[in-house]
């Protein structure tokens, strides 16, 4: 199976983000395409990660079939046929979006991310060393990396389409998108994360912290989109390594991240595009963690002849 960099499909391109091309299908769908491309300190790169958009999507399926009675979301169907019925043009390019594409319910897009960190590591834990806080608003005094949160924090973002995510406070939410709003996306993503987080430790997985997006329909409702709880919105741990007090391994990008971590250390990149070359050691490392959680998460590996 070839690696899949960009999309080109007959239909409207209204957005490339850094991993998902988002086509128009009508006033009331989007098609989403996951591709194989990586992004890692919201800087792409330049090689793509075989199989890594289809476990995107087909991870996204999961959780989105597990939190039906939870949440709506946007997912009308990953079905390669359905999507096909549902637009003809498509029919010459089921290749291109066999077990990568989701036809999605349009939503106007909430234009931050909601973060829920049950741990705090990343880029709470460096803002956290460096000043006692997390985007200005305390927290708890003697904390150690990796240490449970609890309760688990909302740690709003602005949204990149390009350049640095930059984690805000809860008040600065409120006040840019009233707090009705906020207060809403607060409960809904501890919601959908407390859901998410006792499936995985069923499963022996730690969710460290993941993030979540959602949009409104026309009546302002709430609507869980993109993806969800996958190795790129997420920090996954084996809960059977776990000790707070440093660094956790990690089964998601974290060969990526130590990798370019060590370049950047080593004067060889300053953490802006462009990105260094990335070895095949990397990429197949990268690979196969994806493919491990997919199978750790769902309890069954992903079928890849399926989608060949």
């Not at 050691?281 to 309890?299: D, E, K």
Request: aromatic share 8%; proline share 6%; with cysteine.
């Amino acid at each position: 199976m070839t690696a899949m960099t960009f999309s080109t499909l007959p239909l409207t391109l209204l957005a490339r983000g850094k991993v998902r091309d988002v086509y128009e299908v009508d006033a009331e769908r989007l098609l989403l395409v996951a591709s194989d491309r990586i992004s890692a300190f919201d800087v792409v790169m330049d090689e793509p990660v075989p199989f890594k958009g289809l476990v995107l999507t087909q991870l996204s399926v999961w959780w989105f079939d597990q939190l039906a009675s939870v949440t709506r979301h946007h997912l009308i169907s990953a079905d390669t046929d359905e999507i096909i019925a549902a637009i003809p043009a498509l029919a010459s390019h089921r290749s291109a979006i066999l077990g990568r594409a989701m036809l999605c319910k349009r939503t106007k897009v909430v234009p931050f991310e909601c973060v829920m960190r049950g741990y705090i590591s990343g880029s709470a834990w460096k803002d956290y060393k460096a000043t006692g806080t997390l985007a200005g608003e305390a927290l708890p005094l003697d904390l150690s990396e990796s240490d449970r949160l609890d309760p688990a924090l909302f740690s709003p973002a602005t949204k990149a389409e390009s350049g640095h995510d930059e984690n805000i406070g809860v008040a600065d939410l409120h006040a840019r998108l009233g707090s009705d709003l906020a207060g809403q996306l607060e409960a809904l993503s501890r919601t959908v994360y407390e859901f998410g987080r006792a499936k995985a430790e069923e499963r022996g997985i730690i969710i460290a912290d993941t993030k979540f997006e959602f949009g409104q329909d026309a009546e302002g409702g709430l609507w869980l989109i993109d993806e969800v709880m996958t190795p790129d919105s997420s920090r996954f741990w084996p809960a059977d390594q776990y000790q707070p007090g440093q660094g956790q391994p990690s089964f998601d990008k974290q060969p990526l991240r130590d990798y370019l971590d060590a370049e950047r250390a080593a004067g060889r990149w300053n953490g802006e595009a462009p990105p260094p070359p990335l070895p095949d050691s990397v990429i197949t490392a990268t690979s196969q963690r994806y493919l491990a959680v997919y199978q750790l998460l769902t309890g069954k590996a992903l079928d890849l002849k399926a989608f060949q």
